[in-house]
């Protein structure tokens, strides 16, 4: 019963921890801009609407935040003259 799980867990510790702290970072899934965004926008929906935009994103094989992000960029392109 009081055996430990060889089994590694979530958050394993590596086994060689000098070699793990040396290691390259990983570079980003993404190639594209989405990782450069640090803001955070909250909308309240309807579930149904919800659902809409959940399959609409699923039907053209895009997440709903990349999907909304290209719908935001298109409805307001940056204007030169406005601050960033």
Same mark, same amino acid.
């Given at each position: 019963?009081?055996?430990?799980?060889?089994?590694?867990? =979530?958050?394993?510790?590596?086994?060689?921890?000098?070699?793990?702290?040396?290691?390259?970072?990983?570079? #980003?899934?993404?190639? $594209? $801009?989405?990782? #450069?965004?640090?803001?955070?926008?909250?909308?309240?929906?309807?579930?149904?609407?919800?659902?809409?935009?959940?399959?609409?994103? =699923?039907?053209?094989?895009?997440?709903?935040?990349?999907?909304?992000?290209?719908?935001?960029?298109?409805?307001?392109?940056?204007?030169?003259?406005?601050?960033?």
């Amino acid at each position: 019963m009081s055996e430990r799980s060889t089994r590694r867990g =979530f958050a394993a510790r590596p086994a060689d921890a000098e070699s793990w702290i040396k290691a390259p970072e990983v570079p #980003a899934r993404r190639t $594209d $801009d989405a990782s #450069a965004f640090t803001a955070r926008l909250t909308i309240d929906v309807t579930p149904a609407l919800r659902g809409r935009i959940k399959v609409a994103a =699923f039907r053209r094989g895009v997440t709903v935040a990349d999907m909304l992000r290209d719908l935001l960029g298109r409805e307001f392109p940056d204007d030169p003259g406005e601050p960033s």
